[in-house]
């Protein structure tokens, strides 16, 4: 080992001491830095990761969609899913209602879907919590856990659907009663916005409900596993008829999904100055160790030792701490994230309850997702900047003369 990283590493742990202040307090500085930093991001990314989940879980990863009902359902079926990459399709038409059980009445949305093409899209069977979506018909409703709840049905109960049509036919003096269809499930997909109010019919009730007669609000699609979704939608908008559009979950999302990378970049943001902040104790450190050390490193000198040398000494000491704290705060960040739900359950019920926690921020367990660039980029940016945090100290100490250094007092 070159005699310069040996002294830098024994100036950070010196022979004798047991607990090296300095270098505990300059590291933990980083090590802070780096935790908050890869828990933030880990956190967002597992919000928009399990927003996306949930998107393309109810929805596919594509829609078609137009800027009217869609008639010719058949044929477009056909044309879509003839394109490479696709692995299903199926209609869907959604409205919102109202739903009457026992005088309670509660607002939804309803999304009415083809019974024979919707497993290949849309796994509903995997969020069912009660019932079975196989048990779904043209006089049979599922309900979303909280929209069941607020009603106060289950299972084999039967509630009233109103719809907007029957406003419209009151005007032309006709009566249309209310649809009567009986609860055969409830499901929870595990975020508060499509847990709240929403409802999944058959594609023929809805059609009837708003008198569709056989046109359709949109198509989903489902795609091959590892086929871009972006690419794959222009594929088919170049297919489509003029006044058809192919969107991906993303651009059907975007608004949110922008918010969200935007609330995780002004979090990485205004989390580096911390790190900077550690980068600046670890500069003042050196500096103060280098003034301390100035006869030191003139005998250095003295001994033949470079002007160079005696700068990568100090830098290493910065390069040294960098990797320390680096590690510790990856360390940490690890606990952190792995015990995440029980460090939430316990903040919740010391402050607000757990249902609380669920309506205000929209997920049952605390999401997750660490992108391996971005932590690439945390590490690198904590290390680099230490060891930038001795360049000063460096130079400080490469300009001092052996002659006069050995002269200060």
């Known amino acids: 080992m070159p005699w310069y990283l040996y002294l830098a590493f024994k100036q950070l742990f010196p022979t004798g001491r047991k607990f090296p202040f300095f270098t505990f307090m300059s ?18 990314g597992g919000f928009g990761q399990g927003i996306r989940r949930m998107i393309v879980d109810t929805q596919g990863e594509i829609q078609i969609l137009s800027s009217g009902a869609i008639g010719d359902v058949d044929q477009l079926l056909r044309q879509i899913t003839q394109q490479p990459g696709v692995l299903a399709a199926t209609p869907y038409a959604q409205a919102n209602v109202l739903l009457e059980y026992q005088k309670k009445p509660a607002y939804s949305l309803i999304q009415g879907v083809d019974l024979q093409r919707i497993g290949g899209v849309v796994p509903f069977n995997r969020y069912m919590v009660a019932g079975r979506f196989d048990d779904l018909d043209d006089d049979a409703i599922v309900l979303s856990l909280q929209l069941a709840q607020a009603l106060g049905v289950r299972v084999g109960d039967n509630l009233d659907v109103f719809s907007p049509l029957l406003i419209e036919t009151l005007r032309s003096d006709e009566i249309t009663l209310p649809r009567t269809v009986r609860v055969v499930g409830i499901f929870q997909i595990g975020h508060q916005a499509l847990d709240k109010s929403m409802a999944i019919a058959s594609l023929r009730l809805v059609q009837e409900l708003y008198g569709l007669g056989q046109s359709v609000h949109g198509i989903s699609v489902r795609l091959r596993p590892g086929v871009d979704e972006f690419r794959t939608a222009t594929a088919l908008s170049g297919v489509l008829p003029r006044n058809f559009r192919a969107l991906t979950w993303f651009e059907s999302n975007a608004d949110f999904q922008n918010i969200i990378r935007f609330e995780k970049y002004m979090i990485f943001f205004l989390l580096t100055f911390i ?22 490193i003139g005998l250095l000198g003295a001994l033949g030792g470079r002007a160079r040398d005696v700068a990568i000494c100090f830098c290493a000491q910065g390069f040294f701490l960098g990797v320390m704290g680096t590690t510790a705060g990856l360390g940490m960040a690890w606990v952190v994230l792995t015990f995440r739900n029980d460090i939430v359950r316990i903040l919740a019920r010391a402050t607000v309850s757990q249902e609380v926690f669920q309506q205000f921020y929209g997920f049952v367990d605390l999401p997750s997702h660490t992108s391996g660039a971005e932590l690439a980029v945390i590490i690198v940016g904590a290390v680099v900047s230490a060891t930038a945090a001795g360049l000063l100290p460096a130079w400080r100490a490469a300009r001092l003369k052996p002659v006069e250094a050995l002269r200060s007092e």
């Open 27 to 44: 590291a933990l500085g980083v090590g802070v830095g780096v935790l908050l930093l890869v828990v933030s991001t880990s956190i967002m």
């Open 275 to 296: 790190v900077i902040v550690a980068a600046l104790s670890i500069m003042s450190s050196l500096t103060i160790s280098v003034v301390r050390k100035t006869r030191e």
